[in-house]
């Protein structure tokens, strides 16, 4: 049972693959050794990228793909959204819901 068997009469949308390989995350929590960033410098970055109007799971996106922070949890301590919450800049409407309500609306159209 588990993962195998949920997958079992679904394959992939886009291919006929029914694989259950998935990516993990490293087992070691400790940020990497070539991270040169303070926990300071990346919840500014989180701040910073949030009043430019950035969703946590964007913000995630741009600090991994320009920062080469992979896990914030693991330099900061706490999440994106637990941060921004922190400093007073967390959304409005959980971020899954907005997207869901986007979506309906685009439906409707």
Not at 76 to 83: A, Q, W
Not at 87 to 95: I, K, R, V
């Amino acid at each position: 049972h588990g993962i195998a068997q949920d997958q079992s009469n679904m394959g992939r949308m886009h291919t006929p693959g029914k694989g259950i390989s998935r990516s993990a995350l490293p087992f070691r929590r400790s940020p990497p050794s070539w991270m040169k960033f303070t926990p300071e410098e990346v919840v500014d970055m989180i701040c910073r990228n949030a009043k430019k109007g950035l969703t946590p799971s964007q913000i995630g996106c741009v600090l991994r793909d320009s920062h080469g922070i992979a896990q914030v949890h693991s330099v900061t301590g706490s999440k994106v959204l637990r941060i921004l919450k922190a400093n007073g800049l967390s959304p409005s409407l959980p971020e899954d819901l907005y997207q869901l309500i986007k979506k309906a609306v685009n439906v409707r159209k």
